[in-house]
């Protein structure tokens, strides 16, 4: 039978729509979205059906495509579908085929919602989806936003089904005789989830039958933390970061007084994209000299005599070039730099070319052209020179002084020179394991 009264409290409890709103539900054909559209069905919810096609599993995916148009089609339901040439795009931006049919669906979900009027995006994910997820954010490394998992609902996505397990939706299908499709790529162990589903999570409920349940009540609690903390964060935010026409200024007294200092500094600085290693080395700077740059995705931090000054980066800034770990290849005027690695340790006398030390580096790098004050290590040097005065020894034309790139790591340090001295800093040692290779050519 199905549990109405428990999804119509789970929806209750968690806020996930009102009466009258207009629900858009992503149905792949399997047991989990299957079982919401009879859910919302029986309710009386005006609902439409979205399915896409990752074009993955050939015959199968076009099975699954024809199963929720009937499915559609026999509840007199509006349904939407899309074809995706998946591995295409996932090739085209680097990133895993699993990534890409994520970001491919939840860009096409919200075109759909926002086009058709819809209020909310359902989506099929229960208890064991969210242990799953808890799972593999600690594997990979997680703050407190990585330990609630999945939430009920989050902006105009919702997850009505987070009552039940996986094996309660299995006993309802079952009972009720409910038709649906089975994806054939879920008992792969290619893929991390898949793996933590089949070997790992049985043998935690060996010790703790109960384990979907303690996860939830975990969950719970960490969300009641995030939530505590995000409050408690906003209110030091609007007390010692202080807006100016140029800037935001952060004390360094008062960053020398946070208790703990690097969580909540990590915290002040999240909504400029500083990531948590930044964000350290930021706090291991503050007793250096005045004048340390550090950088995000959108925002530059310069460490001045007594404050954290945060600035946005300028749109107009041009020659300011973001290098991240995939890289291939970055534009920097007149110049391109190329960036490859190698578990060869190696290095090559050639000023073109430079061989860093890869686990120094705190992506992104910054490449920019020469500021004053800049200082370096030249190679085989140990102590600082500045970069004004390397310019000088080398007799480096004026003109070209300020169009060489400079390549800065996240940190602020100067690694390369550009087709002149790498940095001491990152040279190569017999403790190396990785090696980035960066390369300067002529557009």
């Not at 089609?73 to 049919?101: G, W």
């Not at 593999?136 to 987070?162: C, E, Y």
């Amino acid at each position: 039978m199905l549990p109405l009264s428990q999804f119509q409290d789970f929806i209750k409890k968690n806020e996930l729509f009102t009466n009258g709103d207009k629900i858009l539900l992503a149905v792949s054909g399997g047991k989990d979205s299957v079982l919401m559209l009879h859910l919302f069905k029986a309710l009386g919810i005006d609902i439409g059906v979205a399915h896409c096609n990752f074009g993955l599993r050939a015959d199968e995916a076009q099975r699954d495509e024809n199963f929720v148009r009937i499915l559609a089609d026999a509840h007199d339901l509006p349904f939407y579908v899309t074809h995706f040439e998946t591995k295409k795009y996932a090739v085209e931006n680097k990133i895993s085929t699993q990534m890409a049919a994520r970001n491919l669906r939840y860009a096409w979900f919200e075109e759909i919602r926002a086009v058709n009027g819809y209020d909310y995006i359902a989506l099929a994910q229960h208890q064991n989806d969210a242990v799953e997820t808890v799972l593999i954010n600690l594997t990979r490394g997680t703050g407190i936003s990585g330990l609630h998992g999945i939430l009920p609902k989050r902006d105009q996505l919702i997850r009505p089904l987070l009552f039940l397990s996986r094996q309660q939706i299995n006993d309802i299908i079952e009972e009720d005789h409910i038709a649906f499709v089975e994806d054939s790529s879920n008992s792969s162990t290619n893929y991390t989830r898949n793996k933590l589903r089949l070997q790992v999570i049985p043998h935690l409920q060996e010790i703790n039958p109960n384990l979907e349940k303690t996860f939830a009540e975990n969950i719970a609690r960490f969300t009641a933390l995030e939530s505590f903390l995000d409050v408690q964060v906003a209110q030091l935010r609007r007390e010692i970061l202080i807006r100016k026409s140029d800037g935001w200024y952060l004390s360094l007294a008062e960053i020398a007084k946070l208790n703990p200092q690097q969580l909540l500094l990590y915290e002040l600085l999240k909504p400029f994209h500083f990531t948590a290693p930044v964000t350290e080395e930021i706090l291991n700077s503050l007793s250096a000299v005045s004048g340390t740059h550090f950088f995000s995705l959108s925002h530059q931090a310069i460490v001045d005599r007594t404050n954290l000054v945060i600035v946005e980066k300028k749109a107009n800034t041009l020659l300011n070039q973001f290098i991240h770990p995939s890289a291939a290849k970055t534009n920097f005027g007149d110049y391109s730099i190329s960036l490859h690695y190698s578990t060869e340790i190696k290095f090559e006398i050639d000023a073109s070319k430079a061989f860093v030390n890869a686990d120094q580096l705190i992506f992104p790098l910054v490449l920019r052209k020469w500021q004053n004050g800049d200082k370096f290590i030249p190679l085989g040097m140990r102590f600082p020179k500045k970069v004004s005065d390397f310019f000088i020894d080398e007799k480096v034309p004026l003109h070209l002084k300020h169009n060489t790139p400079i390549l800065v790591n996240g940190n602020g340090e100067i690694v390369w020179i550009a087709g002149m001295r790498q940095d001491n800093r990152y040279k190569l040692t017999t403790a190396t394991k990785k090696v980035a290779i960066f390369e300067l050519e002529n557009n």
